[in-house]
């Protein structure tokens, strides 16, 4: 693994309360992202960030607000979870855009 | 509409066997394709990327074709291994606007098992 890790790795939660999902990484890359995966569907891009405080919405970023104060650290938060928010959220790294992106291990988070 | 999609869904085969996974994709203006390697609980690993200019591109026992003319790309896997079981996600990277920027779209996968 390109030295990203996420944390926590599994969270269960209830409807309603806010979570915040960290991703670190150790490469310098410029490049951040958050993706969820669920059964059926391909990887789907919520936020990703191009810099220090740059970041900019994907297809599925209703619900869901990041943060990026260093380089090495990307938050993705869910303000007020859903059951609809119930998934594998992965985060990536790349050092540009046209990069291969590395991935995290993933965070199960299930929201009853 | 971009679009990546992605057969068989599933596929079993014998320990040994060779197989072929399918990639048809409607993304434009097309950069590149990848296919990931995806094991199960893990995130996906790159395993070859091609340009428009490109057709094939291995990496050992994976070989991967590409028809930009039919927007078609397959994954075939020579002699199977039982590590080889996981999913094999195809990703197509496409250019967007003016200003060097690009989108990458995500294929559902497919899911392979490998049997002893």
């Known amino acids: 693994d390109a030295g990203i890790t996420q944390s926590p790795r599994h969270k269960v939660t209830e409807t309603g309360t806010p979570v915040t999902l960290r991703c670190h990484q150790t490469?310098?890359?410029?490049?951040m992202y958050w993706y969820r995966q669920d059964p059926g569907h391909g990887l789907r891009l919520i936020h990703y960030s191009y810099g220090v405080k740059d970041t900019d919405k994907g297809e599925v970023s209703d619900g869901y607000s990041v943060s990026r104060s260093k380089t090495e650290d990307f938050l993705l938060t869910l303000e007020s979870a859903t059951s609809s928010q119930t998934s594998v959220y992965f985060c990536a790294i790349s050092e540009g855009q046209q990069n291969e992106q590395f991935f995290g291990p993933g965070t199960r988070l299930t929201v009853l | 509409k971009n679009q990546v999609e992605q057969s068989p869904q599933s596929l079993i085969i014998l320990e040994g066997k060779n197989c072929t996974l399918q990639c048809n994709y409607t993304v434009s203006p097309f950069s590149n394709l990848r296919w990931y390697k995806q094991d199960t609980g893990r995130g996906p690993v790159s395993l070859t990327i091609?340009?428009?200019?490109?057709n094939t591109k291995s990496n050992g026992r994976y070989t991967a074709t590409l028809d930009a003319d039919t927007k078609q790309s397959s994954l075939h896997i020579t002699a199977s291994q039982l590590s080889d079981s996981a999913s094999y996600i195809c990703?197509?990277?496409?250019?967007?606007?003016?200003?060097?920027?690009?989108?990458?779209?995500f294929g559902a996968g497919t899911r392979l098992f490998v049997k002893a």
């Open positions: 490469e310098n890359h410029r490049y």
């Open positions: 091609m340009t428009f200019s490109e």
């Open positions: 990703v197509v990277s496409r250019s967007v606007g003016n200003t060097g920027g690009f989108k990458t779209i």
